[in-house]
């Protein structure tokens, strides 16, 4: 007789396993994931932290930070994102493969931040779906990662059988903005003295501090 092989598991373990098609697919995704950073301010010089030996984000294998979009899956959106730049930012998404995700990192990114300004804009939600949002000015490399991780558990809870409705996206706008002219006009009235402000108010300039019964209400 010839001897027992040994299974996969070891001696006497079988030589077969079983599992669900949506845990393999996710695990393989959720483990080989590959940044596209998007860095426009200071949250920049924390994501590259992130990937220094301190914090290494090889373990997680994410080493591969992708400057090209074709070869991403993760956007890290971090720092402000100006108007003038919605546009690239909505472009370099559209130039993603599926399935992909965004990290909206930093309070900037999330909400405009400090600079609730008519330039700025007041969330890259309004140009690109955001899945997970890193608090802080700017965070730590911490939170960085935990956001990675947090993906990694949205990845987890995916399943094959809703990837139509998980990836679906409207046409109509692709690489433009997703804020209209008249939601830019309306976001832009309630912060600070800004441009809009001052055509109403027929001032040339406006000191918030000097006069401040010149600010519409």
Known sequence: MGLKQPGIFGTGSPTFLTTKLDFVVNWARRNSLWPMPFGTACCAIE???????????????????????????????????????APVLRRI?????????????????S????????????????????????????????????GLMMVQEKIRGETLARHADLRAEDPAATGRPRAEDQEVADLTGPFGNSTQQNQVAGLVETSAVGRPADRLP
């Open 47 to 85: 994501m590259m932290a992130s990937a220094a030996s301190n914090y290494d984000l090889a373990r997680f294998g994410m080493e591969r930070m992708s400057f090209s979009p074709r070869q991403a899956d993760v956007l890290i959106c971090a720092g402000r994102v100006p108007y003038k730049l």
């Open 93 to 109: 998404w559209d130039q993603m493969m599926q399935p992909k995700w965004c990290i909206s990192m930093g309070a900037c990114a």
């Open 111 to 146: 909400s405009g931040g400090v600079f609730d300004v008519y330039s700025m804009v007041q969330g890259i939600d309004t140009i690109v779906p955001v899945d997970v949002y890193i608090p802080g000015c700017p965070p730590r490399p911490e939170g960085l990662i935990y």
